[in-house]
């Protein structure tokens, strides 16, 4: 099982120019000679390259510096040297490039084959061919290349999905996600089962759309309690959220208001996104307690509340018929194609 990093520290360093050559011809039966020394080459430079073959950056925990070949001198006789070979960092799709800062965004690869230089090579020296002039039959005068550019920069990646899960740990998530897909995340009945984001592809009633499920939130996420927000990254990009409240819990309110909370602490506009409210686990409830805690839900979030059960799938086609019309919505406003999901993992 690949294991799956979504931040990275990386070097990328772009090839210095090659230097320029200072050469004469020196030729049998050639009264007068001359200058011939060629340029050199540019250096490499760095691209990335976004892909969506890829979901992780694991590749980058064990590979941190990438250089590009520098550019060859140049020669006699009018020589120029080769290029430098590129180095292409191949990223998964929604990966971001932040300066060493960590605050500064280069780039953003949101969409498969976008390029991006990220350090452009140095430039070739001149040579002395180059300096000839009629009042300079015979320059010496041969310029080295330029240094390329270098730097340490993070590769942040925010999966691309359509919908995303959130809740408090053990909402039922990961239950959820396996039910309506075949992504096969780890399942356990204690808190925090999930520790990094897993995608499925979703079909409902003919239509496909990509669900993210995340690590859940509690309360003080936002100053780094449990598994802190760093998560909630992977679900900016998401057209709708389906948030999941734990049916079997006393005050179901209290952990709608705590998500929501934390929510509102992240920022990103993740509290303005449209949300799909579900009562989940509702096969381990009578019916009786069931209506009384979705009333108590409705009346906390300001909107009809849908009642599901991964384990005994009650409520699921209703809650993707809902999330698709939020999705198809949202992609109608977008321009973009109603039938084509965000990603496919």
């Known amino acids: 099982m690949v294991k799956f990093l979504?931040?990275?520290?990386v070097y990328v360093s772009?090839?210095?120019?090659?230097?320029?050559?200072?050469?004469?011809?020196?030729?049998?039966?050639?009264?007068?000679?001359?200058?011939?020394?060629?340029?050199g080459g540019d250096g490499g430079s760095v691209i990335a390259e976004a892909t969506a073959d890829l979901n992780t950056l694991i590749d980058f925990r064990y590979r941190q510096h990438f250089r590009a070949e520098r550019g060859h001198h140049g020669m006699g006789a009018d020589r120029t040297g080769a290029r430098g070979k590129d180095v292409v960092l191949t990223l998964p799709v929604g990966t971001q490039i932040l300066a060493e800062d960590k605050q500064t965004l280069l780039a953003d690869l949101a969409t498969a084959g976008e390029r991006m230089v990220i350090a452009r090579g140095g430039r070739g020296g001149a040579g002395n061919t180059?300096?000839?002039?009629s009042t300079n039959r015979a320059p010496r005068r041969a310029d080295p290349g330029t240094p390329g550019e270098e730097a340490w920069i993070w590769l942040r990646l925010k999966l691309i999905a359509d919908a995303g899960l959130i809740g408090l740990p053990n909402a039922g998530k990961s239950t959820f996600l396996a039910a309506v897909s075949h992504a096969k995340p780890k399942i356990a009945d204690y808190p925090f089962t999930t520790l990094h984001p897993s995608l499925g592809v979703v079909e409902a009633d003919s239509n496909r759309f990509v669900l993210a499920d995340i690590p859940g939130l509690i309360e003080g996420a936002s100053d780094g309690a449990g598994l802190g927000t760093r998560f909630l990254g992977h679900i900016e990009r998401c057209r709708v959220l389906l948030h999941l409240v734990d049916g079997t819990q006393e005050d179901v309110a209290?952990?709608?208001?705590?998500?929501?909370?934390?929510l509102s602490a992240y920022g990103a506009g993740l509290e303005d996104k449209p949300e799909v409210v579900a009562l989940n686990k509702i096969d381990a409830l009578a019916a009786a307690a069931v209506d009384e805690r979705r009333q108590a839900l409705a009346a906390e979030a300001g909107t009809d509340v849908l009642v599901t059960s991964g384990v005994s799938r009650a409520g699921i086609e209703a809650a993707l018929r809902k999330l698709w019309a939020e999705i198809a919505a949202a992609r109608a406003a977008d321009g973009d194609a109603a039938g084509e999901p965000a990603f496919s993992p």
Do not use: H, L
């Open 6 to 9: 979504d931040e990275a520290k």
């Open 14 to 39: 772009a090839g210095d120019g090659g230097n320029g050559c200072c050469s004469f011809r020196r030729e049998k039966f050639i009264e007068f000679g001359g200058p011939d020394g060629g340029d």
């Open 130 to 133: 180059r300096f000839k002039s």
């Open 254 to 262: 209290a952990a709608y208001r705590t998500v929501r909370a934390e």
